[in-house]
């Protein structure tokens, strides 16, 4: 007898050699029968679909659970322009004189016209420090008190990044560049924790567990963690304790620049020594390989279009990467490297066509993650080499594009912008995700974006010929996702044998080929993680839990409506 069916609904499979079943059977933490509703086995438990789409779990292979939203900072997703950003700064600033900081997320680099905000920018609205985050966590906004308790007046430097200086007056602007780089190094982390307090461990946990929730209600099954230093890898192992990982996360582990053979070792005993869970594991090794072009700051073949001579720089000195890459291969370990520009894009390519050159390792599957410009020369390395392309469809959307990434690199390149088809065209495993918080968490926000490329409001599409359909999209998030991470035996597709990781869907994600607009209506109704419900909104189910792991059944919902303040950042 089964645990549980998924009944009446519209099964894709993605399996080899069927695409669409009517039901789901599911026995302990597997699936157990795919097909027709009326041959379908008995079962202690059933969900009827109604119609809906039900689809393997979304795997979201770069999500950064660690960024999720603090409710002791102003969220400035959404702020266009310097007088917005004021108004939310300075009513936060009001209504929470306790805290010693003032913190901010968010902010977009187009905020002033022309040219980078600077500590001006923030005067008159508090006397206590103001620290800013950019929406891609490359960047960090200060006022002058942050400015001067920081040391950075004085002459001073940080360890979480580059504050930027006045070419004259040796004055610093406010500005910091290298952020995200920096601030997860043993040094820059300790210093944050020490300076900041939205990095403190207990904050970094909330957001932990406020991600978590969000990415289940979504029907997120599987995240991959992309940055964690060894340092806060103790708060995951901590939510497994406390029962609160209720999707499966893959932590990836941050190898800061500078970083030498002996701290490598150290990331392969880690891996070597960590217990086995079903939904907690860690290996993948994240790197960077330049920085991001919206600052000038990734590395590019030829000039930035509106900097003349500027072409940004590579994360590591010279081609320092490509050794430490191979390194890394060589023990076994799969990397999952940042690239943005094309010449960062270049090197992340050349560093693992040497590993596998000089190693003779095959089917690492190491990650190239943003490719955001690559040169057509390049396009192919990916299938030759089995490179995964980890790409974020919400990020070519031009409401985050615009005046800044598209001015930089300029319309004579604007062809090589996220080229998601052409990949998929060329046989390369190409991983759709989120880059939560730098985009919506929401993978259907993810797949309006790679059919449409164009805003939130349908306006503005740009480079057609890149789109993806929904379908194939969903594969992406599912197949190929799963593929990424030599998870392709357990998850991405409907087959008997498989891990019970699934999403019933509010409706037919399918049926909005023609106009994805009715993408953004929908919503993961239910939500299975290993044969058990995580989450629901209440309307073909109003439980949760699974029957073998309580005599009684499932347990009651909570909150069936709970994700709709999630979805709503």
Not at 55 to 73: E, K, Q, R, Y
Not at 322 to 335: A, F, M, N, P, S
Not at 360 to 381: M, W
Not at 490 to 506: F, T
Request: glycine share 10%.
């Amino acid at each position: 007898m089964l645990d549980l069916l998924i009944t009446g609904g519209r099964v894709r499979t993605f399996a080899r050699g069927a695409t669409c079943a009517e039901a789901v059977g599911i026995v302990g933490d597997r699936i157990a029968y795919v097909g027709a509703a009326s041959d379908a086995p008995a079962a202690r438990r059933t969900i009827e679909a109604g119609g809906r789409l039900i689809t393997p779990g979304i795997v979201d292979s770069h999500n950064h659970l660690l960024l999720g939203f603090d409710d002791d900072a102003v969220s400035l997703e959404g702020a266009h322009d310097l007088v917005e950003v004021r108004r939310r700064i300075a009513d936060f600033a009001a209504r929470r004189p306790e805290l010693p900081w003032v913190c901010a997320e968010n902010a977009v680099y187009s905020i002033v016209e022309n040219r980078r905000p600077n500590a001006r920018d923030l005067e008159g609205l508090t006397d206590r420090p103001i620290f800013v985050t950019t929406y891609d966590q490359h960047s960090v906004w200060l006022d002058r008190a942050a400015l001067d308790a920081l040391g950075i007046t004085g002459g001073g430097d940080v360890a979480w990044g580059r504050p930027e200086r006045d070419a004259a007056t040796g004055t610093p602007t406010g500005w910091v560049t290298d952020f995200y780089t920096s601030a997860m190094t043993a040094t820059g982390l300790a210093q944050l924790q020490r300076d900041i307090p939205m990095y403190s461990p207990e904050r970094r946990y909330r957001k932990i567990l406020a991600s978590m929730r969000m990415a289940t209600s979504l029907g997120i099954t599987t995240v991959v963690e992309p940055q964690v230093p060894l340092a806060e890898l103790p708060l995951f192992e901590r939510a497994l304790a406390e029962g609160e990982l209720s999707s499966r996360v893959i932590a990836a582990l941050f190898h800061a620049v500078g970083a030498d053979g002996a701290f490598r070792r150290t990331l392969r005993e880690t891996i070597d020594r960590f217990p086995t869970d079903p939904r907690l594991s860690v290996g993948p090794i994240k790197l960077y390989a330049d920085d991001v072009i919206e600052p000038h700051t990734a590395l590019m073949i030829d000039d930035y279009s509106n900097r003349r001579g500027v072409r940004g720089r590579p994360s590591y000195p010279g081609r320092e990467l490509v050794d430490i890459v191979t390194e890394l291969d060589r023990l076994g370990l799969q990397t999952h490297t940042h690239a943005t520009g094309d010449a960062g894009i270049r090197l992340a390519l050349d560093a693992v066509e040497n590993a596998t050159r000089a190693n003779g390792t095959r089917d690492r599957r190491h990650g190239v993650v943003h490719v955001e410009c690559l040169h057509p020369d390049d396009l192919p390395r990916f299938r030759e080499l089995g490179v995964t392309a980890a790409m974020q469809p919400r990020h070519c959307s031009p409401d985050l594009v615009a005046g800044t990434w598209m001015d930089n690199v300029g319309e004579e390149r604007w062809d090589r912008a996220w080229r998601f088809r052409s990949l998929l065209d060329d046989g390369a495993t190409v991983a759709f995700s989120s880059d939560w918080q730098v985009g919506e968490m929401d993978p259907l926000v993810g797949l309006y974006s790679a059919a449409t490329r164009a805003g939130l409001d349908g306006s503005d599409a740009w480079t057609a010929a890149e789109r993806v359909g929904i379908g194939r999209a969903l594969e992406a998030y599912t197949v190929h996702g799963a593929r990424a991470w030599h998870r392709e035996h357990e998850i991405g597709r409907i087959a008997p044998g498989m891990l019970a990781d699934l999403v019933v869907w509010s409706g037919d994600l399918l049926a909005h080929d023609a106009d994805p607009s009715g993408l953004l209506d929908e919503h993961a109704e239910v939500t299975v993680v290993g044969g058990r419900v995580e989450h629901s909104r209440g309307r073909v189910t109003d439980e949760v839990g699974s029957v073998f792991d309580d005599p009684a059944g499932f347990a009651p919902l909570g909150d069936p409506h709970a994700h709709e303040a999630a979805r709503a950042h």
